[in-house]
T-cell receptor
Framework: GIQVEQSPPDLILQEGANSTLRCNFS?????LQWFHQNPWGQLINLFY???GTKQNGRLSATTVATERYSLLYISSSQTTDSGVYFC????????????FGTGTLLAVQP | DSGVTQTPKHLITATGQRVTLRCSPR?????VYWYQQSLDQGLQFLIQ???????AKGNILERFSAQQFPDLHSELNLSSLELGDSALYFC??????????????FGEGSRLTVL
């Protein structure tokens, strides 16, 4: 099956800092999404981005499908950005489901 | 608010018991997905329904079953519960076609504790 690897596994930032989270996948994908799981456990959609670049406020994402990776950029981080960031892919070999990476645990300190 | 509604939010029960988790998808979404999140296994796909039909199955135990009703809400039934079934169970929905997921939106989850 497909492997979805995220890096770094853990990240500690001071408020106001910028960061880049990476998602590598081992095969071609039909779909890629980024989610934020907040400290209360809620999974919040950030981006639906099978290819290209999107921006939403302080967050942006880029997926280079041909090179099998996606990046999530967080600028001017805030304490509310803390939580776990997941990328999830729909693999062409097993459609109708998203396969999640192991996540990046982000802690933003004031 | 994602528009996906899950009940109950919290559930505490004993080993050997049976519980039912309920999910109402976003208006217009035909696909429903169930995921299990435990500390040691991460987010694991269980099962997917599209317009009432099962379309994809993951590592769902035989003690677990699900269905999607004509009004598109879905239920996940967990029986003969074991301590290891304690987890956060998520439902998600999408407008995806029968062959693709589309963009998934998750409910707030049902936290199951088995004592």
């Amino acid at each position: 099956g497909i492997q979805v690897e995220q890096s770094p596994p853990d990240l500690i930032l001071q408020e106001g800092a910028n960061s880049t989270l990476r998602c590598n996948f081992s095969d071609s994908v039909n779909n890629l999404q980024w989610f934020h799981q907040n400290p209360w456990g809620q999974l919040i959609n950030l981006f639906y981005i099978p290819s290209g670049t999107k921006q939403n406020g302080r967050l942006s994402a880029t997926t280079v499908a041909t090179e099998r990776y996606s990046l999530l950029y967080i600028s001017s981080s805030q304490t509310t950005d803390s939580g776990v960031y997941f990328c999830a892919v729909e693999w062409g070999g097993a459609t109708n489901k998203l396969i999640f990476g192991t996540g990046t645990l982000l802690a933003v300190q004031p | 608010d994602s528009g996906v509604t899950q009940t109950p939010k919290h559930l505490i029960t004993a080993t050997g018991q049976r519980v039912t988790l309920r999910c109402s998808p976003r208006s217009g979404d035909l696909s429903v997905y169930w995921y299990q999140q435990s500390l040691d296994q991460g987010l694991q796909f269980l099962i997917q329904y599209y317009n009432g039909e099962e379309r994809a199955k993951g590592n769902i135990l035989e003690r677990f079953s699900a269905q999607q009703f004509p009004d598109l809400h879905s239920e996940l039934n967990l029986s003969s519960l074991e301590l290891g079934d304690s987890a956060l169970y998520f439902c998600a929905s999408s407008v995806g076609t029968s062959g693709r997921t589309g963009e998934l939106f998750f409910g707030e989850g049902s936290r199951l504790t088995v004592l």
